[in-house]
């Protein structure tokens, strides 16, 4: 199962990185950054550019464009506070950077993967239902599901 | 085989708790009971330790670093070397052979595990990972490997039958081994296994892991010591470790860590002198029944699609052509955080040394063990041998 060093030293949220990726949310733009220097899409924020170490990067608003990379329709939540089913995706986004998020979908629990990789998805905006209550960016797709 | 300085390393005791879904005791208690027990097997007090590999879950002590540094007033030794190791298993293995063969110190202890989880006990918080990308989704464990496992399935579509009787294999060796969590339940057939919950898409619930609580100890020395020691000592052939990338910060992607233990394999099998079909006995890092297969292929069992037709073919209960976790695994025997990893060997190093109670391989001479897989973007191989 998983390790993440004690716990205790476990990422620190809403950090100055980060915040302005969530005010933006909260505005209904998704951003993104991107390095001045070489021009790298990148996610999660870091420091610095993960290509060429530049610290001169900005968030820039993105198409909220992407296709689905993978999915899992999850049943059993981090706890019971968590509805499910719910379908966790990897995104891979049109200007060329990935995110984890969720589909708001109905859960393709018996479908092939086949059915759900690879969808054409476009971001939507979901209040978030437990602390800190941010905006979050989910996806649907870009045209209905047959 | 190659001159390398692992190859003077042997473990030459190992020890562990009873395992349970709740141990009425603290997790240091349940460490100390299991570093006790494995200095007992190999013959040794604690005065004879000079190095140690442990981290410090307390009560005592203090919260500085390192935390293994807490155990030379516990054990009431000084010591010369100390690694907090994490995780523990092959990484920690492979850490206190390159002390010990440097020089650095002579004899390690190796210890960790978890208990008295429901009754605050401290070291849960590894299990629920609060990352600000991966927490708000509510991405569980098993969900970053089904991340990576539906990928495989949607390029390879695997027969699901004969994975879950994977599964079902695994978790029949626990139901007939006393010592494990899960003894006494099942057999499982493979519908058996499709017809338990979904966790999370391909998952079911036979197909992962447990969550318990034990912990687990070994003692390594240099080879020439352990000549002079009771047990059959167990050889270090060969070890390696990728570290992708940091886990559950970045979600896992088959096209990156798919392939995550090749380059690991590759480098343990050379210092080994070995090749896969030279390995009696299987210790797989079992966090689902697809890190099974998975692991096969890129350790060059077989190409990469096929791992589940070649392991069900090959047969990997005991008296298979394969056998994989004949102690019952993570899936069925015990599955104790970072402690975890040990069990492996501790169940690897049993094999070779011919006492498994149950699950034991005839003849068993040359062990492989593995730790984590492609969910947690890191990955290690240890090859062990017979030293007899
Ligand atoms: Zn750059």
New interface residues.
């Given amino acids: 199962?998983?390790?993440?060093?004690?716990?205790?030293l476990?990422?620190e949220?809403?950090?100055e990185l980060?915040t302005p990726f969530w005010e933006a949310c909260a505005r209904g733009i998704l951003v993104r950054p991107v390095c001045d220097a070489c021009g790298t899409n990148f996610?999660?924020p870091s420091l610095v550019c993960p290509a060429c170490q530049s610290t001169e990067w900005a968030y820039q608003p993105s198409s909220g464009l992407g296709r689905v990379?993978?999915?899992?329709?999850?049943?059993?939540?981090?706890d019971s506070t968590?509805e499910v089913?719910?379908v966790?995706a990897?995104i891979d986004m049109s200007e060329g950077w990935?995110?984890?998020?969720?589909l708001v979908i109905t859960p393709p629990?018996e479908a092939?993967?086949?059915d759900v990789?690879g969808l054409d998805v476009k971001v939507v905006f979901v209040p978030?239902n437990r602390p800190p209550h941010?905006v979050?960016p989910m996806f649907t797709p870009q045209e209905a599901m047959s | 085989m190659s001159s390398n300085p692992l190859h003077e390393v042997a473990i030459v005791g190992v020890g562990r708790t009873a395992m349970a879904r709740h141990l009425e005791t603290s997790t240091l208690r349940a460490c100390l009971d299991a570093a006790l027990a494995a200095l007992a097997d190999a013959g040794l007090t604690v005065h004879d330790i000079d190095g140690i590999s442990a981290r410090w879950p307390g009560p005592g002590g203090t919260v500085f670093q390192p935390g293994s540094s807490d155990w030379s007033k516990l054990l009431g030794v000084p010591l010369r070397w100390i690694g907090d190791t994490y995780p523990q298993g092959v990484p920690a293995a492979l850490e206190a052979a390159a002390a010990i063969s440097t020089g650095q110190c002579e004899t390690v202890l190796v210890v960790g595990g978890q208990a008295d989880l429901a009754g605050g006990g401290k070291v849960a918080s590894y299990t629920r990972p609060d990352n600000e990308f991966l927490s708000c989704w509510g991405s569980i464990t098993q969900a970053q490997f089904a991340l990576v496992a539906q990928v495989y399935f949607d390029r390879y579509g695997p027969d699901r039958e004969r994975l879950a009787s994977l599964a079902a294999m695994i978790r029949n060796s626990g139901s007939k081994n006393p010592k494990a969590v899960m003894s006494g339940r099942g057999p499982y057939t493979s519908a058996d296994v499709l017809a338990s919950p979904m966790i999370a898409s391909p998952f079911h619930l036979l197909e992962v892991c447990l969550a318990t609580e034990g912990a687990a100890a070994m003692v390594l020395t240099s080879r020439e010591r352990a000549r002079d020691l009771p047990q059959t000592p167990v050889q270090l052939l060969g070890g390696a470790c990728e570290w992708f990338r940091q886990q559950y910060v970045d979600p896992p992607r088959y096209d990156e860590v798919g392939r995550i233990g090749e380059d690991a394999g590759r480098r343990a099998f050379a210092m080994a002198g070995m090749v896969p079909a030279d390995v009696d006995v299987l210790e797989l890092y079992d966090i689902n029944i697809f890190e099974v297969v998975r692991q096969l292929e890129v350790l060059g069992f077989c190409g990469e699609g096929e791992g589940t037709d070649f392991a069900f073919e090959a047969g990997i209960s005991e008296d298979g052509r394969l056998p994989i976790n004949t102690d019952g695994g993570l899936l069925s025997f015990a599955h104790i955080g970072w402690g975890g990893p040990t069990l492996k060997i501790v169940e690897a190093v049993h094999q070779l040394r011919g006492e498994a109670k149950s699950g034991q391989v005839a003849g068993a001479r040359t062990a492989l063990v593995t730790g984590a897989g492609s969910g947690a973007q890191y990955h290690n191989v240890l090859v062990l041998g017979r030293d007899d």
Avoid: C, K
């Fill in positions: 199962m998983g390790f993440v060093n004690n716990g205790d476990a990422n949220n809403d950090n980060t996610f999660t990379y993978s999915y899992t329709t999850v049943h059993r939540g981090p968590w089913p719910y966790l990897i990935t995110m984890l998020s969720q629990d092939s993967p086949r990789i978030e941010r979050l």
